[in-house]
């Protein structure tokens, strides 16, 4: 028993590890989790605020028909949220379905069996799987014991609650099984040499997909027509699947909703069992995804041994920092598609004709969020380290006369993802919108772009990937309000300088030329920074007193 408590404990704690954080990494991303719970709770009393005056209202009317139309909805919509944060925390620690290749070269060994290994490994997992989802679970009671305690619900009030949890957690195992039965069938069925970057390239996707479905989700209460109506397209939605296992077990449940809760059952016992099936699969081959295998290639012709070339390759090659700059973009590309998918946008780009003062806003307020979105996913991305012990060689390579042209690999691949790319995709819709005259719209928008890279290097001395990171220098809750914020803003602010830009072209020049010198003065100043102080490798608290360095 005490080695099974343990080797859990170990398998748990280093899932609070990532991989490459140092011990006071470690020590912040805990503190980091901890925040991260905080926000979860405080955003469920937040919603369950605006619903109480809401529910008021519909449960003294007379007619029970508009609020079980709503309970319904609003039902999907509390499973669905924690089903969204379930499959986001799956497919992160997607990796770790089984041991890495240290415990393997560890643990094998010593004489213990592989089911003892995989059976902590898997109870680890489970442990802390269930903190998420008792977070997420409890954050959304309280709206619960609103929208369930009236006369005309199909249950009582505590068996309302408690269907939503048996529910709730069924539906958060359904979208875990998920997520491991996806990434077992991969593991198993592709090649070996092939595996870690399928793996990995699926890790991104599903994180980008994750960002992709956040809108729809918090939208599910505006389905209340469509579950009303016994629409077919709630058959693809499986928060409505357990809202139809919800009916039945717990009553109130007519012919749709039986159906619904027909798929959820059928979709639960597939994930389920491919989950499991795979996991006992790899508990005999375990080794297809343990040890990696090295390939070599012939096609180093393009490789120059640079900078840039380092940051292009490890991007290539590594999981992690694909999800999070896939991730994070994916996130802003989720609310630029949410704004243009406009009914008013919609119907002039049918008509192209001469658009409305609504139709500008809309569109170009659209820059800023897949500038803002871009740019911190690639600054995120290069701050977090692939092995902080492996560092050495850049630290005796450190030379001021080398050390701005090196990094000079990081503005350039922030200028690559966070101007010319957005750049791209908005310009041909900026021309439609005003014609020739887009050219002073686009020249606004890059030069807010180029500033907000100077933004995002300010006091950066870092060579990508090479540095120790300590997450949570600042609270959640602050980095959360900062950044809605500042998007915004952001939004409102940049749009209306581009658009006027566009329609007044000497308002545009004056623009261009505050930004082009709020730049050209924030670039002098770190090209200070960086020709006069050396590279930075390992990250402190702001709390932190660095030295002079003036002594002998």
């Known amino acids: 028993m005490s080695r099974a408590r343990t080797l859990t404990r170990h398998f748990f704690l280093a899932l609070f590890d990532l991989g490459f954080l140092t011990t006071e990494g470690s020590d912040a991303f805990?503190?980091?989790?901890?925040?991260?719970?905080?926000?979860?709770?405080?955003?469920?009393?937040?919603?369950?605020?605006?619903?109480?005056?809401l529910y008021i209202g519909l449960k003294g009317a007379l007619d029970p028909a508009p609020y079980l139309r709503a309970l319904n909805a609003d039902t999907m919509m509390t499973l669905g949220l924690p089903m969204w944060i379930m499959a986001f925390i799956a497919v992160l620690i997607s990796h770790s379905l089984v041991p890495n290749e240290t415990d393997f070269r560890v643990l094998m060994p010593l004489p213990i069996k592989q089911s003892f290994v995989f059976g902590t490994k898997l109870l680890a997992l489970s442990m802390?799987?269930?903190?998420f989802?008792?977070?997420?679970?409890?954050?959304?009671?309280?709206?619960?014991?609103?929208?369930?305690?009236?006369?005309?619900?199909?249950?009582r009030p505590p068996v309302g609650v408690l269907s939503f949890w048996l529910v709730g957690v069924a539906a958060c195992l359904f979208v875990v099984f998920a997520v491991v039965a996806i990434n077992g069938l991969m593991s198993m069925c592709l090649p070996k040499s092939r595996i870690h970057a399928a793996t990995a390239a699926m890790r991104s996707l599903m994180l980008a997909?994750?960002?992709?479905?956040?809108?729809?989700?918090?939208?599910?209460?505006?389905?209340?027509?469509?579950?009303?109506?016994?629409?077919?397209?709630?058959?693809?939605?499986?928060?409505?699947?357990?809202?139809?296992?919800?009916?039945?077990?717990?009553?109130?449940?007519?012919?749709y909703l039986r159906t619904l809760a027909t798929i959820g059952f059928g979709a639960f016992a597939a994930a389920a069992g491919l989950s499991f099936l795979t996991y006992a699969l790899l508990y005999h081959r375990f080794d297809r995804v343990m040890l990696r295998s090295l390939q070599m290639t012939t096609a180093r012709r393009s490789w120059r041994g640079t900078i840039t070339d380092f940051t292009h390759a490890t991007l290539r090659r590594s999981a992690l920092h694909q999800g999070v700059l896939v991730g994070l973009s994916a996130l802003g590309v989720t609310l630029a598609v949410n704004r243009f998918l406009n009914v008013e946008v919609i119907a002039w780009l049918r008509r192209l004709d001469t658009p409305t003062f609504g139709v500008i806003i809309t569109v170009m307020g659209i820059p800023w969020l897949l500038m803002f979105s871009i740019g911190l996913a690639t600054r995120w991305a290069i701050t977090l380290p692939i092995d902080h012990r492996a560092s050495w060689i850049f630290r005796i390579t450190d030379k001021d006369a080398t050390r701005a042209s090196q990094l000079h690999a990081v503005t350039r691949l922030m200028r690559q993802t966070t101007v010319l790319l957005p750049l791209i995709v908005m310009a041909p819709l900026e021309w439609a919108l005003f014609g020739p005259r887009a050219v002073f719209a686009i020249a606004t928008n890059a030069g807010c772009a180029l500033f907000w890279v100077e933004i995002l290097l300010r006091g950066w001395r870092r060579l990508p990937f090479t540095c120790s990171y300590i997450p949570g220098k600042q609270s959640v809750a602050q980095t959360t309000v900062v950044g809605i914020g500042a998007l915004v803003l952001g939004v409102t602010v940049i749009g209306a300088l581009a658009a006027s830009s566009a329609q007044n072209p000497i308002f545009g020049l004056i623009v261009?030329?505050?930004?082009?010198?709020?730049?050209?003065?924030?670039?002098?100043?770190?090209?200070?920074?960086?020709?006069?102080?050396?590279?930075?490798?390992?990250?402190?608290?702001?709390?932190?007193?660095e030295g002079l360095g003036l002594g002998s």
Do not use: C
């Open 133 to 155: 989802t008792a977070a997420s679970l409890i954050a959304l009671t309280p709206i619960t014991g609103i929208i369930v305690s009236s006369r005309h619900a199909p249950a």
């Open 512 to 545: 261009i030329g505050l930004l082009s010198f709020l730049t050209w003065a924030f670039r002098r100043a770190r090209l200070t920074l960086w020709n006069e102080t050396p590279l930075e490798f390992d990250d402190h608290m702001p709390s932190y007193v």
């Open 30 to 53: 805990i503190r980091v989790i901890i925040g991260i719970f905080a926000v979860i709770i405080s955003f469920g009393l937040l919603i369950a605020r605006m619903y109480f005056g």
């Open 128 to 131: 802390f799987i269930g903190l």
């Open 209 to 255: 997909g994750l960002m992709l479905v956040l809108p729809p989700v918090l939208a599910l209460p505006a389905d209340a027509d469509r579950l009303a109506q016994h629409s077919k397209w709630m058959y693809l939605a499986p928060p409505a699947w357990f809202l139809g296992i919800d009916r039945v077990v717990f009553g109130g449940a007519d012919e």
